[in-house]
């Protein structure tokens, strides 16, 4: 989460297979929310949008990506935990490298030391019925 007043930049990968996308689980503890959302992560000064996506998932969950395609620019309005957040997201579509990823189940991974997050393949039919919630809403413009 940015600090107040701030916009953060980030960059998301989605990645399908088939019918489902692979994304991370969060949890907003104000709303008692569950959602889901594309993994990645924010972009350092001085760093492309698509070297941070490959780093981010080299650091949370050790994969490398392959196929990335930019598919576009998306702001984002949100409460979170209370608190107003604001990102511009870099989108990206692409695959992994190895295969291994496309036949888990699900895999948690740290995204810092206190905070731990799951990442699973959700049939993308569950988000479209409003059994589960993927943020942003937009990204269905994509699948």
Known sequence: MNKAGEI????LGLIRNGERIF???GYDPVKQETFYRALGGGVDFGETSRAALEREFQEEIQADLTNIKYLGCIENLFIFNG???HE???LYQCDFVDSKFYQLESLVFSESQTHKHRALWMDISRFKSGEFRLVPEVFFDYL
């Not at 953060?8 to 960059?11: D, K, S």
């Open 8 to 11: 953060r930049v980030i960059a």
């Open 23 to 25: 994304v991370s689980e």
């Open 83 to 85: 608190r107003q957040g």
């Open 88 to 90: 511009i997201i870099q």
